[in-house]
Structure formats: structure tokens, C-alpha cells
């Protein structure tokens, strides 16, 4: 369980977050239980089944009020915005409040002479089509005003880290669609944020070389590996009411990397 929250901040609020199974994704669904959301738990793999089961079964016996589903998904689908949409209002009702777009994909070492059109597609699918797409089919459902959009990006994008250019590229996308999205759902009352992971202990963390393992962490300043609950603790917050003058951002939660 994360740090308890100030209150039940998010209660009644309908949030979907996809690739909630585990890792960021877990870390970020437990904080905005704490806060009494339902949520939808979005997942891939057959694989994830159990944990994604057993977090529901967490969130559901929280006592906070808090809800939770689970929904089988691929972001590389077409057809999985409207199945994610639909399971989600099914539950809870019209109405979804907020959407976390936390589902990711990253690879091994690929520097430039290994990048292959099979990893681009795969990862750009995955990271930016999934999550663009996703976005517009909450679109219609959000409310009349204060909808939240969260993408989960990454310290990459910014700082380079050698042997993902893909991975980082995506997520450099996703800083753009930030600020576009931003600029379009403002008027509507509705806030569009990015919060941009440093190192955190994730297995996509844990499958880059060790040697970049190892200079990105000699540039964090705080000295250590992020965890799931310091991402989730942000995602809480943009998710809330009192977030509501935070929008087009991009938030470093790195440990001073920069």
C-alpha cells in the first residue's frame, strides 16, 4: 500500500488505466484506489491475468470505497478503445473521469545499426497509436468539465539515453501530444498532463544494459532507483480536483535528473 492519501479525493470518479498489471502501472492504480476512484485495470498478456486479478481483489477490499474491473486489451488492436470504453461504462456508467495512459512497450539494446521497421511499428503502435486512439474514445464520455488525461512518458525523451531511440521517440511523441491535446481539451475545462519517469524499478527498467543502468543513475541526484508508489503519487495528484491550473505539462518525477 502507498503513503496514505489527504483524503478519499477521487471518490465516485470513474479512472481507466491501462497496463495496470503491474510495476508503474499497479503503483499508479493503488494510489488513485486510496483515493476511492473505480477503476478499470487495464491489461495485455494472458500472462498478467493473476496479477492484474489479484489487484482488483486488493482495490476491491481496500475500504476506501474504491471499485475495480479488470479489461483484457491489446493497445496494437484497433478495436480495443471502444471494447476498453464500453466494458468500462458497463460498470460504472456513463462517465469516465479519467484516463491514465500507462501501457508501454520497450526492447533490448538497439542502437541505430540494429533498429528494424518490425520493432518501429511495434513500439509506435504500442506506445503512441494505443494511447492517441484510447484518448479519443474517452473524449465523448469525459465530464462536462474537469476530465483528466495523464500520459506516462519517460526522462528519455529528454535526456537521450543511448540504445532506445525508439522507445525514446515515443515518448517524445507523447510530450507533443501533451501540449496539443492540451491546448484543444482547455477550453472544455479538461486538463492534459505527462508525467515523465526517471529511473524506476520496473522490468522494463531492469531489461537496459547495465552500463546505461549504471550512468543513469550516476546522474540522478537523488541516488537512487524511483519506485511505482513515486509515480503514482503524481498521477494521484493530476487526477484530483485541486490539479486544475496544471495542464500542457511535462513532470520530471526523476530525482533531479535532468
Do not use: C
Not at 486488493?58 to 479488470?70: D, E, H, P, S, Y
Not at 479489461?71 to 471502444?82: G, M, Q
Amino acid at each position: 500500500m502507498t503513503s496514505a492519501a489527504p483524503s478519499l479525493s477521487l471518490t465516485g470518479k470513474v479512472v481507466i488505466v491501462t497496463g495496470a498489471s503491474r510495476g508503474i502501472g499497479a503503483g499508479i492504480a493503488m494510489s488513485l484506489a486510496e483515493r476511492g476512484a473505480k477503476l478499470a485495470l487495464v491489461y495485455t498478456s494472458e500472462s498478467s491475468i493473476a496479477l492484474t486479478t489479484a489487484l482488483a481483489d486488493k482495490i476491491n477490499n481496500l475500504g476506501t470505497g474504491a471499485q475495480a474491473i479488470t479489461v483484457r486489451a491489446d493497445s496494437r488492436d484497433l478495436s480495443s478503445p471502444a471494447k476498453i470504453v464500453s466494458e468500462t461504462r458497463a460498470a460504472f456508467g456513463d462517465t469516465i473521469h479519467v484516463l491514465v495512459n500507462n501501457a508501454g512497450h520497450g526492447e533490448a539494446e538497439q542502437p541505430l545499426e540494429k533498429i528494424d521497421v518490425d520493432a518501429f511499428n511495434r513500439m509506435f503502435e504500442i506506445n503512441v497509436r494505443g494511447p492517441l486512439f484510447l484518448t479519443q474514445a474517452v473524449q465523448p464520455h469525459l465530464p462536462s468539465h474537469g476530465g483528466r488525461i495523464i500520459f506516462i512518458s519517460s526522462i528519455g525523451a529528454q535526456i537521450g539515453v543511448p540504445g532506445v531511440g525508439i522507445y525514446n521517440a515515443t515518448k517524445g511523441a507523447l510530450n507533443s501530444l501533451t501540449r496539443t491535446l492540451s491546448n484543444e481539451l482547455a477550453p472544455k475545462g479538461h486538463t492534459v498532463n505527462a508525467v515523465s519517469p526517471g529511473p524506476t524499478e520496473s522490468d522494463m527498467f531492469r531489461k537496459l544494459p547495465q552500463d546505461v543502468i549504471d550512468s543513469v543513475l550516476e546522474q540522478t541526484p537523488a541516488g537512487r532507483v524511483g519506485t511505482a508508489d513515486d509515480i503514482g503519487a503524481v498521477v494521484g495528484f493530476l487526477a484530483e480536483e485541486q490539479s486544475r491550473w496544471v495542464t500542457g505539462q511535462i513532470l520530471n518525477v526523476a530525482g533531479g535528473l535532468v
